[in-house]
C-alpha cells in the first residue's frame, strides 16, 4: 500500500495510477464478440448449443430450468441463508419503492392537457456471472429494482458449471427477489440471445448486471438494440478518515472492498497521520485470516494508497475529483458533510456504516458507477426499468394562439411541412 | 405510399421493410472515428485545428465564440423568431421542471437513515448539426432540460460553416436556451473533445443532440468516458385514425415528419377505407406547394403506409408493436385511449395537437426515442441531466441486529473480508 503525505503533487501522482487502471475494450475481444452475437442473431439455438459446449463444457438442448430445479435448489439451501436473503430483499424492496415516480398531468389555459406517463418495461433480462462471482446478492440487487418497476419478465441468463447446474444460492436469490425464468446459457451469447431472441430465449428490452469482458462488450455492442445498464469497471473504496476514527475499522474495510479483484482500489484520505500508520499496521495483522490474502495483497499494492491530508476539506476535495463507487466518511458528525460530497456512488456514514452492510443489507443499491463515472452515473435504481413517454392534449383555441410563433419557428428551420401541417387548421 | 388493407400478413411485410431501415453503424465510419477520437486525445486543439480545416474548410486557432459574438447573432434575428423562441422556452421550461425529482431521506428504527442525493451534472455538452438541420428548436429541447436539472455549465459545439460562422438562428437560441460557452467545431473531433477535453474545449460529464453516423459513432465510442443520450435514428410518425378524422390533417402531419429525411418514415392506421384513400389524395394536393417535395416523395415511397384495420384495437396493437416516436391519436375522444398505448416517445392527442406544436411550442421534449426504441428508451428529460448518490447511516445497534445475516451472506459468496468488517465492529 503505497503511503503518501499530501502535498499538491504526490497525492496526484498516487491517484493518476489509480485511475488509469480503467481497461478499454481491446480490438480482439470486439471481434471475437461480434462475430458471436452475428452467430445468434443468425442461428439462434443452435449457435447457443455450440459455444455453450465450447466456452462451458457442457453438451445441452435445453437452457431453460424448470420450476421444480428452482425449488429443488431453494429446498437445498441452508435457512439461515434463506431468512437473510429475505430479510435483505426487504430492506432492498423497501428502498427502492421510494425511488417510484408517478405519472402525471397538468392542464394550462384554453383546455390544454399535457403530462408524462412512466410504467415498468415489459421484459428485462439480467446476467448473473458463474464461477466464484456467483453472488446472489447481485440476483437481488437487479432484480428487485426491476420488479418494483413494474418489469412484467425478468429473465435471468448465467453460465452452466461444468456439470451442468447452477449455484442453489443464486437459484434461491432469484426465487426470493421474484425472477420468472432461468436460462442457464452465459458469455456474450446469451446477452445476443437476450438482445435479439432465440427460439426458446425471448427478446428482452433491457439487459443489466455484471460480467466478465466478453459480457460486457456484448451489452456495449448490442445498446440500442436494447437498452443496457452502465459498464461496470473494476470496484473502489475511499475512505475519509479524521482522528476520531478506528484504525480496526477503517482496515476492515479498505480489505473488503480489495478482496474483490486484483484491480480493485482502496483508498485512505485521513487528516492524522497516526491513524494512517496505525490503519496500514491493522491491515498486515487482520489479513492473515482472510482467505483471499493473496488478492488483498496484490491489489492494495497495486491499487491501494493512503493519504495524509492538512485538512478534511482537502480530503473531501480529492474524493470528489476520483468520484469513487464506495466513499466512507469516518469521521465526528459524518452527516455534516454529506452537502460536501459532490461525486459518488454510495455514502456510507460513521463508524457503523461498512461498506459491506451496503453490498448485502441496508437497502440501497450495490450496483455503482465504477471508475469515477459517479460523476454522471447513478446507482442502478427502480429508474432504469421504466420507460416514459409524454403527452400533449391541446383544443383548436390553444393551438390558435401558438400558430403564429410554430409557423415562424419551422419556416426558419425551412421545414414548410411542419408549417403546413399547423396552417391546414386555420 | 404503400396501401394496404390489413389481413393479418400484409400489414405485417409492410412494416418489417419500414422497421428495417434502422441502419447499423458501419466498419469503416467506426475505424475513421477511432482515430480522430485517439487524435484529439492525443494532440487536443491542434488535432481540431486540422480536422475542422478538413473537414468544414475553415482555418482557425480560435474555436470559442465570444459573448459579443453572440450578441451580436442575437440581435441580427428577427423580433419575431426571438419572441417566438421565448414562448416556446417558457413552455419547454413549464413542463420540464415537473420533472424534477428532490433528494430524499428516511429513517428506520434505531437510528437508521437512509437516502437518495440528486443533483445536476457539473457540465454538459451539446451537439447541435450545422448546414440545413441546424435547428434552433432542437438546441431549447437539449439546452433547457439541462438548465432545469441545475447543470452548472452547458457548453455548446456546432460546425461552422464555410466563411467561419455559426448560424445566427442558433446562437439566438443558445442565448435564449441559457447555454453557457458555445465553440464553432463540429464532426466527431468536436464529441472527442468534449468527452476528453482539449486545451481550450473543457471536459464535460455528458453529451446530447443529434449529429450524423460521425457524430453518433464518436458519441457510441465515448460513452463510459462521458455519459451520452440515446442513440437518434431516422425520425417517425404513425398516425391512428378513425373516420371522424380530416383527411386534410392526416396528409399535413404524415408530410410533416416524412419531410425530415427521406429514410423518415410516416404510418397511417385506420378504421376507415374512404379515410385512407381521401388522405392520399390530400397528399397529392398538399405537397405541391411544400419546398421538400422531393425528400416528401422519396420517404413516403419507401417508408410511408396507409393500413385499413378492422378495428381501433387492431390499430393500437400495431402501433404498440412499431413503438413509434411520434403517434398522434386522430379519433373521437382520444383521451380514452391514452392508457392503451403501451410504446410510443410522445403522443399526441385529437385534432388539434399536430406533431410540429410538439416538435416547437408545446413543451414536452422533442428528443424522443426513435426505430422502435420507445419499448426502453425515454424521451429526454431532467433526468438525463442529473446524477443521484444514496446514502446510509447505520448506528451500532441497528449494525448488530443485522450482523448475522450480513455475516451468512458475505461467507456464503466466500468474500470473508466483507464478513470481517463487520465482524471487527463487535
Redesign the interface.
Known sequence: MKFVIADGQSELEALKAMQARSTEIDDNVTKTVQKIIADVRSRGDEALKEYTLKFDGVNTDCFELTSEDIDNAYNSVSG??I???K??AENIRD?HE??L?QS?L?TKENG???G??V?G??RVGIYVPGG?A????SVLMNAIPAKVAGVKEIIMVTPPSKDGKVNP?ILAAAKVAGVDRVFAVGGAQSVAALAYGTQTIPKV??IVGPGNIFVATAK?LC??V??ID??AGPSEILVIADETAEP??LA??L??Q???DPMASAILLTTSKEIAEKTIEEIEK?KK????RSI?EESLENFGVVIVCKTLDDCINIANEIAPEHLELMVEN??EY?GR?????????????????????????HVLPTSG???????L?V?AF???????????E??EK?R???V???E???????????K??F
Open positions: 439461515e441463508i431468512s437473510a436473503l430479510r435483505a428502498f421510494r425511488q415516480q402525471w397538468t390544454i392537457m399535457l408524462q406517463r410504467r418495461l415489459k466464484r456467483a453472488y446472489p446478492s444460492n428490452d433491457k456495449k445498446f440500442g436494447v437498452d452502465m459498464i480496526k475499522f476492515a474495510d480489505m473488503s480489495a478482496e474483490h487482520q485470516a482472510l482467505s483471499k488483498i459524518p452527516m454529506l460530497i459532490d461525486n459518488a456512488g454510495s455514502v456510507f456514514l460513521g463508524k457503523y456504516a461498512p461498506e459491506p452492510l451496503g453490498d448485502y443489507f441496508a437497502g440501497p443499491n463515472t459517479a460523476r454522471f452515473f447513478s446507482p435504481s429508474d421504466v420507460k416514459k413517454s409524454s403527452f400533449i392534449y391541446y383544443t383548436k390553444a393551438l401558438g403564429d410563433d410554430i415562424a419557428l419551422a426558419c428551420e425551412g421545414l414548410t411541412a411542419h408549417a403546413n401541417s399547423i391546414v387548421r
